[in-house]
């Protein structure tokens, strides 16, 4: 890697290729973010945020509906659940050809 007037080699440059080049005036001074970039730092430090609590809900309601689900089927029984699957499979499409029919 050959370093250039900015310290950087041709292998950073490659790497950036098709990158919008920073203006000249960051480029001496890369310690100091520009506010831009503050903002955009912090709106991801947000989403990350927001993100994480989603999937903490989530994974929170997966977890007692599994539990709901189990306890069911050792209630209720498998079979009986698989047996009635049928009928409700059925009855729904039975109430969509009715909203089909009833629109028409």
């Keep these: ?4 007037e900015d310290g950087e080699g041709e ?3 490659d790497i950036a290729v098709g990158l919008p080049e920073m203006p000249s005036s960051n480029r001496g001074n890369r310690s100091i ?7 955009a730092e912090m ?3 947000l989403l990350n945020e927001e993100y994480r609590q989603h999937e903490e809900v989530h994974m929170s309601t997966l977890t007692e509906w599994v539990n709901e689900f189990n306890t069911l089927t050792i209630e209720i029984g498998r079979l ?3 047996r009635a699957q049928g009928y409700y499979d059925s009855r729904s499409l039975w109430q969509q050809a009715v909203q089909e029919y009833a629109q028409k």
């Design 1 to 4: 890697v050959v370093a250039d």
């Design 11 to 13: 292998e950073a440059r």
């Design 80 to 82: 009986i659940i698989e």
């Design 43 to 45: 709106e991801a430090t």
């Design 33 to 39: 973010p520009s506010a831009e970039l503050q903002r």
